[in-house]
C-alpha cells in the first residue's frame, strides 16, 4: 500500500507560488479566519497556509494553539471543547474590532472558501499531543469529501512524523511536506521515507549551506515565517521556492 502511494504521490503535479499567506493573511485579519482567507484573496494571494487541529468531538477546526486563550474569547484546553462550544466563541475580536464575532471555522468551511475563491491551501496538521493519527485522517476524510479533485493546489505538512504517515496511508495521492525548525540531520531519509515532496523550515533556524544543500537535491524549499522584504529577496535569490508570510502582499512585491 505505501509502495503505491509514493508512486501517486509522485505523480500529482504541485504548482508551488513564490508567496504563500501564513495563517491567512495573518497580519491584517485574525489568524486562521474565514476573514483571513478573504483578506489574501483580496491582496492578491492565491496560496494559504493554516493550521488544523481536533474539537474534542473531533471536528477539523482551523486552530495554531492547543488552547484557546490567546485567539478567541474562551479559556482553556481546544481538546476538551466540542465544536458547538468553540463555535459560539469569538476569534476575531482579539484582532481588531472590526473582527467582532468572527467565529473558528471548520476546516470544511475553509475548504469552501478556497474551492470558491479558487485558492490553493497548504493544510498544516496540527495535532494536540497524543491525536496524530485522528487529527491527519480527519483531514484527509475532509480533503476527500470536499475537494476530490484536488489536483496541485493542496500540500499536507506537519512537525508531527506520526501525521505524516497517517496521511501517507489513507490519502496517498496528497502531496506531503516535512516541516521542521532547523534542518533535521535524517532530512534525507525521513523525506524518502515518508515520500515528502517538500521541506519546509523556519528561516531563522537555517543555515546558507543547509539551505544549498536541500536546494540542490532537487527538493523544493519553503520557508516560514518571512516578514521582512530584503530577508524575502535574499531567500529567493538562494533559491528557496516559498515564501510563508503574514504580509503576503509585501513580500511578493519585494520579488517583483
Ligand atoms: O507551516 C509553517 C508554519 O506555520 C509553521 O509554524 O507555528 O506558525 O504553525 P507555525
Ligand atoms: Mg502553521
Not at 481536533?54 to 471543547?81: F, K, N, S
Not at 493544510?123 to 483531514?139: D, F, N, S
Not at 499536507?156 to 540531520?185: D, M, Y
Not at 523556519?202 to 532537487?218: C, F, K, M, P, Q
Amino acid at each position: 500500500m505505501v509502495a503505491a502511494g509514493l508512486g501517486e504521490a509522485a505523480a500529482m503535479p504541485l504548482h508551488l507560488p513564490p508567496v504563500i499567506a501564513h495563517r491567512g493573511a495573518s497580519a491584517y485579519a485574525p489568524e486562521n479566519t474565514l476573514a483571513a482567507i478573504r483578506e489574501a484573496h483580496r491582496r492578491g494571494c492565491r496560496w494559504v497556509e493554516i493550521d488544523v487541529k481536533l474539537t474534542a468531538d473531533a471536528v477539523p477546526i482551523l486552530m495554531h494553539d492547543d488552547r484557546l486563550g490567546r485567539t478567541t474569547t474562551g479559556r482553556g484546553a481546544v481538546r476538551r471543547r466540542r465544536l458547538e462550544e468553540i463555535r459560539a466563541l469569538d476569534a476575531g475580536s482579539w484582532k481588531g474590532r472590526q473582527f467582532t464575532g468572527e467565529p473558528v471555522p471548520t476546516f470544511t468551511e475553509a475548504l469552501e472558501l478556497l474551492r470558491s475563491l479558487k485558492m490553493a491551501v497548504n493544510v498544516e496538521i496540527k495535532p494536540c499531543r497524543g491525536r496524530e493519527l485522528e487529527t491527519a485522517w480527519q483531514v484527509c476524510q475532509a480533503l476527500n469529501e470536499c475537494w476530490p479533485e484536488a489536483d496541485g493546489n493542496v500540500l499536507l505538512s506537519s512537525f508531527a512524523i506520526e501525521s505524516l504517515r497517517a496521511a501517507q496511508e489513507v490519502a496517498p495521492h496528497l502531496p506531503r511536506g516535512l516541516l521542521a525548525e532547523a534542518l533535521p540531520r535524517r532530512w534525507r531519509e525521513l523525506i524518502e521515507e515518508l515520500a515528502c515532496r517538500t521541506l519546509h523550515l523556519s528561516h531563522r533556524r537555517v543555515s546558507e549551506r543547509a539551505l544549498a544543500s536541500v536546494i540542490a537535491s532537487g527538493t523544493p524549499v519553503l520557508c516560514y515565517t518571512v516578514n521582512d522584504p530584503a530577508r524575502a529577496r535574499q531567500l529567493h535569490a538562494l533559491g528557496v521556492t516559498s515564501l510563508i508570510s503574514d504580509v503576503p502582499d509585501l513580500v511578493a512585491a519585494a520579488l517583483q
